[in-house]
């Protein structure tokens, strides 16, 4: 490669890298080149925008659409199980993207009942969503206020969005579009708690399941795919304030939650390092959520962090968490300043700790390959 190209590849990399770590307005910048014109996301009510409503969702976190949700940033509740945005959100905005709408917004495939437009992208992700098909759990008797939706679905409704746009949009959907799959899979293994289906199964199932997911969107023709891993589930203030004291690990998490966790994201790299071989022309990054989060833990005061276990919204003692009395209902209240916590409700995290999230995952940090490598390959067209 002549000098002068590779020098300009290397500034268009540096100056992309540079305006996702600066960037922040909702709003896109005109005029500013887009590393991506478009964002398609799918995963569970981490990265669902607004496909969920008050009532529907995970078991007791049905008051989504109740303040405080929202109080951070969008200042009203909008379906986001956060005080704000979500490490999509900050995806997007790194990116010079308008926030994601949520597919059944959509005009394009609701009618009269959407009002978003496609124009950047759209959010498939729905709260409470599984990745093993729904009939699993149905013959299992273990569907008790639990949400129908899974990775199915969303893929589902994904096909039924490739059917409004015409081969040329395909074409460019698929060229220029970044897929970003967030996490996905703890519930499946949370539906079974205390059932006789093992973890064993759960995990087995699901990487069969999600495999054949992002083989579907790969054999489309996905090329630039970033999945996200399983945090460390056993740090939630869910897990701490359920499990035994005596199970904990040097972190002060749950252990056995954390181990489950754990051997799931082995299984997924696995999976990918499989993908990547199969699909070299794609490039398919690994984020590392189970590291990332551990590393706040570790150290939360480096990121502004002062509360580590006990949720921000909600009510009781030791962890401010009820399980039936969780944020939004009329008991629970929401701390002064959310951003000094990790968890918002009990489950999910506060903007603060999605904010570092983002940021772990969009510098390289915890992205194996780094982030930048796929930006690399997109500026050059690969």
Partial sequence: ???????????????????????????????????????????????????????????????????????????????????????IDFVAQSMNLPFLPPYLSLRSTNGSNGTASDSYGVNFAVSGATVIKHAFFAENNLTLDMTPQSLETELGWFEKYLETLGTSQKVSLFKDS???????????????????????????????TYTRFLETLLNKGARHMVVQGHPATGCLTLAMSL???????????????????????????YKLKQLRIKYPNATIVYADYWNAYRAVIKNPSKYGISEKFKACCGIGEPYNFQVFETCGSATATACKDPSRYINWDGVHLTEGMYKVMSDMFLDGSFTRPKFSYLLNKKLKGL
């Avoid at 709003?27 to 590393?35: C, E, I, K, Q, S």
């Avoid at 064993?200 to 990487?207: G, K, Q, V």
């Avoid at 499990?243 to 790299?269: F, I, K």
Wanted: proline content about 4%; some cysteine.
């Fill in 1 to 87: 490669m002549p000098l002068s190209i590779s020098l300009f590849l290397a500034t268009a990399v540096s100056g992309a890298i540079l305006f996702l770590s600066t960037t922040s307005s909702a709003a896109p910048t005109l005029g500013v080149r887009r590393p991506f014109n478009r964002i398609y996301a799918f995963g569970d009510s981490f990265t669902d925008t607004g496909n969920s409503r008050a009532g529907e969702g995970p078991a007791g976190f049905g008051h989504l659409s109740s303040f405080p949700y929202g109080m951070t940033y969008f200042k009203r509740p909008t379906n986001r199980y956060s005080d704000g945005r979500l490490t």
């Fill in 178 to 208: 970044l897929f970003w799959i967030g996490e996905i899979g703890v519930n499946d293994y949370a539906y079974t708690v205390g059932s006789t289906v093992s973890s064993d199964t759960i995990r087995e199932l699901s990487m069969s």
């Fill in 243 to 269: 499990a035994a004291e005596d199970d904990r690990d040097y972190l002060g998490c749950v252990q056995s939650v954390n181990n489950q966790s754990y051997t799931h994201n082995l299984a997924l790299q």
